[in-house]
């Protein structure tokens, strides 16, 4: 910490993916909205939705407030993502950022209020960011990427029944590569995630395709606590800390039980993001 600045400020920030087409190319990506900085520092740049957190506010109501306050979202899923808390991020007083994440669905995203400060950008293609933004996204991308391999993170944009190839959409969207189709389904109706309904859907050229729906998620007891479908361990690591995705001890590991192994490769790593200091990470 600087010794002419004593006082620490906390902020809450969010990084809201939806997949949504390039306009260009029709191609759907992880696409996030932004905010201009209308104030020093860093006027004039864009910036995640976020603010100070007021003194008697919970978390994860704080991050709600601002959301619904500058893009008008109200996601339904919300999770804390990671805190971000090195000194120098920021000019003048230190500020730690408790940093959310948010999945909509595009019908949802459709709804998000747009202006001259407010506007959408393709995740892989933003813009010099305000503060370590740039970081914090890269780092968030990572962890949806990697997340794909061994939790039912996808559902959350789709609908609660869908046809494996919407699903596959889902997973090139966010992987930001073609999968093999016939290899995709294998994978996923052995992993057993997700089960076959009575329903076709309708208003198609060619035969109806079924429709799925993601399967209960099973029961935790003792006997199963090493294989849960849970990120709690990794989200206590720092980024750098954290097991390269697909290594025995990675959350990711195609070991794992009922993982479709559909994430990143042995070869992606994550972000570089500077380690935090004890005590930071949530």
Known sequence: MRPDDDAVTLAVSTVICALRPDPETGVAGVWIPLVRRIREPYLGLWALPGGPLQKSEPLETSASRTLAETTGLTPQYLEQLYAFGDPDRSPGPRVVSIVYW???????????????????????????????????????????????????????FVGETFTIAQLREVYEAVLGKALDPANFRRQLESSGTIVATEHRLTGTRHRPPRLYRYAPPPTFTPSTASGADDDSSAAKLSPRAQPRPGSPSSPSSPTSPSSPSFALSPTETRPGVPPLEPGDAS
């Not at 995203?109 to 892989?124: L, P």
């Not at 813009?127 to 559902?155: C, Q, T």
């Open 102 to 156: 948010a999945l909509v669905k595009n019908d949802e995203a459709e709804r998000a209020a747009e202006s001259e400060n407010v506007r959408w950008f393709a995740a892989d293609r933003l813009p010099e960011l305000a503060f370590d933004h740039n970081e914090i996204v890269e780092y968030a991308l990572w962890r949806l990427r990697n997340k794909m391999g061994y939790s039912r993170i996808a559902h959350a």
